[in-house]
């Protein structure tokens, strides 16, 4: 029996047991309104959190945290549409009613602020996005992970802001920062190393330090390779290595690297 049959029949003994107008109806339609958003039905998921959070306001009171939670849903998938102002809204809405009554160490508020951090670099924040980041990186990988928060998507999109705004060295820092805290669980080929040599690799691209970026590159198509990959990725990351060569003044050897990265292309069915 799969999550959404499950949650159909506590839905209807709910109504049986307390009404279709109750705290506890509302709280299913919520978890139902998430369920179909993770299985990609987006379009019923955003019309049982609306419904939920009409129900929630009427029954809870228009700033209770069950209320932000379906707001956080609708938020959600209003971003997925990449309908940003209502994102903004919604999550923007969510976080006030949370903040009001927990720490930002709350699970949910964490949620909500990594949410809103991304609307807001979306929507051209920097600043409050840096702000929300490095409030949700207050919080230790585990806490993250348990708010359904990307530990490295977190760090990602606080050097993504960092190089934006032309911070190289910081974003250099946390970058290295990153990969000594990953080498401290990881093997030198372990794939889970590949996202934060690659980016950082761009950091150093930015900075002009040509040298230090082919390497960081060069390692992480080593691991991909010894991973078996030969994907869309290891066809970035030849881009990325095609384009150090040539400011290095390597125009052949950047074409090698540029004509695998077509070769992968060709084979994904991917129009170069």
């Known amino acids: 029996m799969d999550a959404l049959t499950v949650l159909d029949e506590a839905e ?39 419904q939920a959070i009409l129900m929630q306001s009427q029954l809870l009171g228009e700033q209770h945290p069950e209320v932000a939670a379906s707001l956080l849903v609708l938020a959600s998938i209003r971003l997925l549409h990449d309908d940003t102002q ?12 949370l903040r009001a009554r927990r720490s930002e160490s709350d699970l949910m508020v964490i949620a909500a602020m990594m949410l809103l951090a991304r609307v807001c670099w979306l929507r051209g ?8 980041i490095r409030r949700v990186l207050k919080n230790k990988p585990p806490t993250l992970e348990a708010a359904g928060v990307d530990f490295f998507e977190a760090v990602q999109l606080l050097v993504v802001v960092l190089v934006d ?6 974003a250099a820092r946390v970058c ?14 372990d794939p889970a190393l590949v996202p934060c ?18 390497l960081l590159l060069e390692r992480a198509i080593a691991i991909r390779r010894i991973s078996g990959e030969r994907d869309a990725g290891l066809g970035n990351a030849l881009d990325t290595l095609a384009v150090v060569e040539e400011k290095a003044g390597h125009a052949e050897v950047a074409e090698e690297y540029r004509s695998a990265a077509r070769a992968i292309a060709r084979q994904l069915g991917i129009e170069c």
């Open 12 to 50: 209807e003994l709910s109504v049986r047991h307390f009404g279709d107008r109750h705290p506890e109806t509302a709280g299913i339609i919520y978890h139902k309104a998430e369920a179909h958003r993770v299985a990609g039905s987006y379009e019923t998921a955003e019309r049982m959190a609306r």
């Open 197 to 214: 040599l690659e980016i950082f690799a761009n950091v150093r691209l930015e900075m002009q330090e040509l040298e230090d970026a082919k």
């Open 165 to 170: 705004t032309r911070r190289f060295e910081e």
């Open 86 to 97: 209502e994102a903004e809204a919604f999550s923007r809405r969510a976080l006030g009613i």
């Open 176 to 189: 290295l920062d990153l990969l000594s805290l990953l080498r401290t669980t990881c093997s030198e080929d």
């Open 125 to 132: 924040n920097p600043k409050e996005t840096e702000e929300l």
